[in-house]
T-cell receptor
Framework: GQQVMQIPQYQHVQEGEDFTTYCNSSTTLSNIQWYKQRPGGHPVFLIQLVKSGEVKKQKRLTFQFGEAKKNSSLHITATQTTDVGTYFCSSGGYNKLIFGAGTRLAVHP | DGGITQSPKYLFRKEGQNVTLSCEQNLNHDAMYWYRQDPGQGLRLIYYSQIVNDFQKGDIAEGYSVSREKKESFPLTVTSAQKNPTAFYLC?????????????FGPGTRLTVL
């Protein structure tokens, strides 16, 4: 079945450094979604990408969908302590989503 | 997110007992989902329902059961057949035809089996 692999599993950064997490699939994805889960919380939807090569920005967050629609990335510029949490990518069709294992981000002040 | 209620937030049960987790939504969304999350892990789909009185097994349905008698409610029963039930359980909803195709998550229930 379809799988999405997410790397790295963990990332520790100093506040102000950049951060990137990657999501990869062996098959072409119809779409890619990104969620953020704060420690002790539940996943919250960030964004969806559907077009080949699409790039979207939300303040310090930049989301990209690969040209072949097999990979995606989330880049955070100048991390802040509020960015702490686990970032998940997901993809799927009508019935259900497949989630990556997530990247846990720790930001040291 | 707002509109999805999961209760209780923390639940403790003895091994061998069945336990039912509640999920209620007032978003008028058609689809509802149950996920299991283990520490440091991603989300694994247990069951999902697209419409009332219909539901489908997810990737890890063994040891779990669900019902969907009302649009607003999708309770999950963790049976004694589930070998390792201690986990964080998340309920989610989705509005059919929504763009973007977003799932909205409830606050979750942390189940600990002693």
């Amino acid at each position: 079945g379809q799988q999405v692999m997410q790397i790295p599993q963990y990332q520790h950064v100093q506040e102000g450094e950049d951060f990137t997490t990657y999501c990869n699939s062996s098959t072409t994805l119809s779409n890619i979604q990104w969620y953020k889960q704060r420690p002790g919380g539940h996943p919250v939807f960030l964004i969806q990408l559907v077009k080949s090569g699409e790039v979207k920005k939300q303040k310090r967050l930049t989301f990209q969908f690969g040209e072949a629609k097999k990979n995606s990335s989330l880049h955070i510029t100048a991390t802040q302590t509020t960015d702490v949490g686990t970032y998940f990518c997901s993809s799927g069709g009508y019935n259900k989503l497949i989630f990556g294992a997530g990247t846990r981000l720790a930001v040291h002040p | 997110d707002g509109g999805i209620t999961q209760s209780p937030k923390y639940l403790f049960r003895k091994e061998g007992q069945n336990v039912t987790l509640s999920c209620e939504q007032n978003l008028n969304h058609d689809a509802m989902y149950w996920y299991r999350q283990d520490p440091g892990q991603g989300l694994r789909l247990i069951y999902y329902s697209q419409i009332v009185n219909d539901f489908q097994k997810g990737d890890i349905a063994e040891g779990y059961s669900v019902s969907r008698e009302k649009k607003e409610s999708f309770p999950l029963t963790v049976t004694s057949a589930q070998k390792n039930p201690t986990a964080f359980y998340l309920c989610a909803t989705r509005r059919t035809g929504d763009i973007p195709d977003t799932q909205y998550f409830g606050p979750g229930t942390r189940l600990t089996v002693l």
